[in-house]
């Protein structure tokens, strides 16, 4: 900002300068074209000469120096829009990788909810079965088999249960597979 300022205060200068100049130039040269051999009035006018020269020469200086903090923003300003380029890079590489591990989230959490399922169903079936095995044996224990036969009989019940079970649990099955679809369709 303050390169601003005194590149202002010297342009207002220079523009002081050549109005000061100007006032009084007419009149002055006018009296050198007159009389030209008039040293005085030639000194004067060589005086307001030499004056505009500076001003030239001056503002030609300003013009540079602007030219010189310009190419200088511009280079600048060249290298953080590149800095910026790659930020953005950076930012649309990292929000890829927030939406890949939100997806593997989302994932690893669908996969724990169907081991927690499935753990549920085989405790289910292990209970099914243990109440048929403790049942089967209670009433093949008052048949009055001898250990053959009784041996025979529960490994008849625990297939049965076993089958029993996974009849029940694939019914239970399509029966909430059904449940969830028509939920699906009214959302």
Do not use: C
């Not at 511009?74 to 829009?81: D, F, I, N």
């Amino acid at each position: 900002m303050n390169l601003i300022r005194s590149i202002k205060e010297k342009i207002d200068e220079l523009d002081n300068r050549f109005y000061l100049l100007i006032e009084g130039f007419v009149p002055r040269y006018i009296a050198y074209l007159k009389n030209p051999k008039n040293l005085e009035a030639a000194q004067e006018a060589n005086f307001l000469n030499q004056s505009i020269n500076k001003i030239n020469s001056d503002a030609f200086i300003l013009m540079n120096d602007m030219h010189t903090e310009i190419e200088k923003d511009s280079k600048l300003t060249a290298s953080l829009t590149m800095r910026m380029e790659h930020l953005k890079k950076d930012n649309e590489k990292m929000k890829d990788k927030i939406k890949q591990l939100k997806r593997q989230s989302l994932t690893a959490e669908g996969m724990f909810d169907d081991q927690l399922d499935l753990y549920k169903d085989q405790l289910i079936v292990i209970i099914v079965m243990l109440i048929g095995v403790i049942l089967g044996s209670f009433f093949l224990g008052t048949l009055k088999l001898d250990f053959k036969q009784w041996f025979i009989s529960l490994a008849i019940v625990i297939v049965f249960g076993f089958l029993f079970t996974k009849l029940a649990l694939w019914i239970v099955g399509l029966w909430q597979g059904a449940v969830g679809n028509k939920m699906d369709t009214i959302q």
